[in-house]
């Protein structure tokens, strides 16, 4: 069965840095691009960083410079690393692969 498993969400203080994981079971993962997305409190759900199966990035204007996304095919695994992170950061961050979602992870940026 696939499944996406995110992890590495938390509470850090403006300016930090978190790093979030997606881990993805079966066999769909290499082949499809890989979608980082977040929603916060009101707000629709908005794509910020993607990922192509052979590694090349796109990402919202909004965390470009800030967030890195990457993916080790070897381990089914994406990566969204996120420096200099802010209040508005604050969201539950969700991973993509073709129509299946993971659960979330909630990111919270506050002092």
């Known amino acids: 069965q696939e499944q996406l498993v995110e992890s590495g969400g938390g509470l850090v203080q403006p300016g930090g840095s978190l790093r979030l994981s997606c881990a993805a079971s079966?066999?769909?993962?290499?082949?499809?691009?890989m979608g980082w997305y977040r929603q916060a409190p009101g707000k629709q759900r908005e794509l910020i960083a993607n990922?192509?199966?052979?590694?090349?990035?796109n990402y919202a204007e909004s965390v470009k410079g800030r967030f890195t996304i990457s993916r080790d095919n070897a381990k089914k695994t994406v990566y969204l690393q996120m420096n200099s992170l802010q209040p508005e950061d604050t969201a539950v961050y969700y991973c993509?692969?073709?129509?299946?979602w993971g659960q979330g992870t909630q990111v919270t940026v506050s002092s």
């Open positions: 993509k692969c073709a129509n299946l």
């Open positions: 079966g066999s769909i993962f290499r082949f499809f691009s």
């Open positions: 990922i192509t199966s052979d590694g090349r990035t």
